[in-house]
């Protein structure tokens, strides 16, 4: 079945330091891709997403390009803040399935000064 | 942008009752709500969707029984855990999508806390 894997976490970086946070996925077909972030105490947020092979999804900041040759979605950022600590979500939705999506276990991210 | 409430955001309970958990969607009409499960490093699990006036679908090895799901309203969704025990506890999350099945974007509540004593 479809799944997807993120890399454990957590993942402790400094203000301003590079980020980047590995999600792969095995699923058949053309699935689209997401990222979700949930900041403390609220729900998860749709950070961004790609729906085709190439595309590259970028909000806040952020950016992940859906690279289907290596079947992988990495998210990247090239400066953290501290506001960005939270934990991320890779996820997909499969072709043709209304918003059924699967889940990575997500990452804990925390930036510190 | 869309906001989705539950409640409560935590409860714990005895072994052998039964807790309701509401999902609201607060500001926008949701024909289909989404029921997850998630266990501590582990990614959330779909239980169910519910849509509007209708039975909701369980996925694969979900005891319909147990989780009971009712979605009376755009606006209202609840899942009852009957009889909890203890590998019940869980945090329970759930999601809202909009009327217009178009958009295809799920808006997630905070989530549930679930802890049987």
């Known amino acids: 079945g479809d799944s997807v894997t993120q890399m454990e976490g957590p993942v402790t970086l400094s203000e301003e330091a590079f980020l980047t946070i590995n999600c792969t996925y095995t699923?058949?077909?053309?699935?689209?891709l997401f990222w979700y972030v949930q900041y403390p105490g609220e729900g998860l947020q749709l950070l961004l997403k790609?729906?085709?092979?190439?595309d590259k999804g970028s909000n806040k900041g952020f950016e992940a390009t859906y690279r289907k040759e290596t079947t992988s979605f990495h998210l990247e950022k090239g400066s953290v803040q501290v506001s960005d600590s939270a934990v991320y979500f890779c996820a997909l939705k499969p072709t043709g399935t209304a918003s059924k999506l699967t889940f990575g276990t997500g990452t804990r991210l925390q930036v510190t000064l | 942008g869309a906001v989705v409430s539950q409640h409560p955001s935590r409860v714990i309970c005895k072994s052998g009752t039964s807790v309701k958990i509401e999902c609201r969607s607060l500001?926008?009409?949701?024909?289909?709500m989404f029921w997850y499960r998630q266990f501590p490093k582990k990614s959330l699990m779909l239980m169910a969707t519910s849509n509007e006036g209708s039975k909701a679908t369980y996925e694969q090895g979900v005891e319909k029984d147990k989780f009971l799901i009712n979605h009376a309203s755009l606006t209202l969704s609840t899942l009852t855990v009957t009889s909890a025990h203890p590998e019940d506890s869980s945090f329970y999350i759930c999601s809202a999508r909009a009327e217009d099945p178009r958009v295809d974007t799920q808006y997630f509540g905070p989530g549930t806390r679930l802890t049987v004593l």
């Open positions: 790609a729906t085709k092979a190439d």
């Open positions: 699923a058949t077909g053309y699935p689209s």
């Open positions: 500001d926008f009409q949701a024909t289909t």
